[in-house]
């Protein structure tokens, strides 16, 4: 499986609020949180195959544009699958999480899978868990970090399948 993982500057390692202009990057490797889920994956044969970031702010002055080289970026390293997190409990990022995997469902047929800590986020998760699949994850420092990461992965192998997710969903999602 060829994952690409989308993060905000925090998550991505290029520092904290102070960078949240970071223009939209990738890297062919996994950066930051995408390192916890590659550790996984690379268990099972697969790997992150790249990391696209993008500091929030920049994301939100800039959206049209940074969801239509994200789009196509996925496109062209023809990944498998994209995971949009982990968010945790940090609002800006979950928004531009859902929003670049909404825009990736509607312009592609890769899989998408998104995490986020429902702390901070109540309203946007009701607003996309119809849209998405949203893993169930801990806020920043909270426990249970492990089990969201295995089954952020586990999402992934079952919709690259092509399985019937609905059970897996009712389990561990919004």
């Known amino acids: 499986m060829k994952v690409i993982v989308l993060l905000d500057q925090m998550q991505a390692g290029l520092g904290g609020k102070e960078k949240a202009n970071t223009p939209l990057g990738g890297k062919k490797l996994a950066m930051g949180a ?10 099972n044969g697969s790997e992150v195959m790249g990391t696209f970031y993008c500091g929030t702010d920049y994301y939100q002055g800039n959206k049209a544009e940074v969801q239509r080289k994200v789009t196509k970026m996925c496109e ?6 994209v995971i949009a997190g982990p968010t945790y409990d940090y609002p800006e990022f979950a928004t531009m ?7 990736l469902q509607k312009e592609t047929a890769i899989p998408v899978v998104v995490s986020i800590a429902i702390e ?3 309203t946007l998760i009701e607003d996309y868990q119809k849209l998405l699949t949203i893993v169930k994850m801990p806020k920043k420092g909270g426990t249970g970090l492990s089990d969201s990461i295995d089954r952020t992965i586990e999402l992934c192998q079952l919709k690259v399948e092509q399985s ?3 059970e897996f969903v009712q389990q561990y999602c919004y």
């Open 34 to 43: 995408a390192d916890t889920y590659d550790k996984v994956l690379k268990k």
């Open 97 to 103: 999480a859902c929003e670049l995997a909404d825009q």
């Open 164 to 166: 019937d997710i609905t």
């Open 120 to 122: 901070k986020n109540q």
């Open 76 to 81: 062209k390293m023809q990944a498998d699958v």
